[in-house]
């Protein structure tokens, strides 16, 4: 069998279970607000391989700088962008991005998991204008758009207010194939790996050696890289503070090695928020 995540960028392997696995599969895909959670479909060389990202524009996804660019700052040969898959269903379609955008930071030292990895995908359609039979045949939308993001927004948020509360990432992980963990005993396509969504959450907090970063116990694996974490308030209402990137590993005194103690999303403060609403134009 081929892993779509073979010859994946660095960085996608990097991203852990904390035993007992407790992810939750999200079914149907087409609820709010996980319709706006995205299946990246990347090709470099001929390789393909997967990962996750958001939908915050009518034509912007949200995702992990290291899956679009490799150690030398090269973008892939395409990118593909599916919002809500499930499984063989793409309930709003397929779209080819045609940009992409970083900061100099990240191309200058691109290394996965740190401060600048993050990225945004300008698609060559206005995926929020695909409708749907799944939601009565209504527009897709963006998350955060005021008209129809359903209480969704990008108004980033201290670490102080984070600091111990709830965080839910969201993604596809490259260990479940067709909704299931992937079984080596009955084998699989690399088109069933990462093609189902699943969510998890656990607590926020920061960390000296995680700079710019939160860290999280909510549970990932290869192929989330790129997927929004977000919080949710009594009222519903969901803010965007995170693009998850990489594991995060603490020096243990006890055993005099690092080891692994949760993992980790680029944290959309004010600064790095107000960049990205830069490049979405608002």
């Known amino acids: 069998m081929t892993s779509p995540f073979v010859d994946a960028p660095v960085g996608l392997l990097e991203h852990e279970v904390l035993l007992p696995d407790e992810r939750v599969r999200v079914n149907p895909t087409t609820q709010v607000p996980y319709r706006w959670v995205c299946s990246l479909d990347m090709v470099r060389g001929g390789n393909a391989y997967r990962g996750s990202g958001l939908l915050v524009g009518p034509r912007q996804v949200l995702t992990a700088a290291h899956n679009i660019y490799d150690s030398e700052g090269n973008r892939p040969d395409s990118v593909h962008v599916v919002p809500a898959r499930n499984v063989n269903e793409q309930p709003f379609g397929r779209f080819e991005a045609v940009a992409f955008t970083t900061t100099s930071r990240y191309i200058t030292s691109p290394t996965p998991g740190n401060r600048f990895d993050f990225a945004l995908v300008t698609l060559g359609a206005d995926a929020s204008a695909a409708t749907s039979t799944a939601i009565g045949g209504a527009a897709l939308g963006h998350w955060g758009s005021p008209r129809t993001g359903q209480g969704t927004n990008l108004g980033p948020l201290s670490t102080a207010f984070l600091t111990g509360k709830d965080v ?49 116990s909510a549970d990932t694996a290869k192929g989330q890289s790129g997927s929004p974490v977000w919080i949710r308030f009594n009222d519903g209402t969901r803010s965007l503070v995170g693009v998850h990137v990489d594991r995060h590993l603490e020096f243990d005194t006890g055993v005099h090695r690092m080891v692994l103690r949760g993992n980790k999303a680029v944290h959309l403060d004010a600064d790095v928020m107000a960049l990205v609403r830069s490049w979405l134009g608002q």
């Open 168 to 216: 839910v990432v969201c993604g596809y992980p490259g260990d479940m194939c067709n909704g299931s963990r992937c079984d080596p005993a009955v084998g699989w396509r690399a088109s069933d790996q990462s093609n189902s969504m699943w969510s998890h959450y656990g607590p926020a907090r920061f960390h000296a050696g995680a700079p710019g970063g939160i860290v999280y």
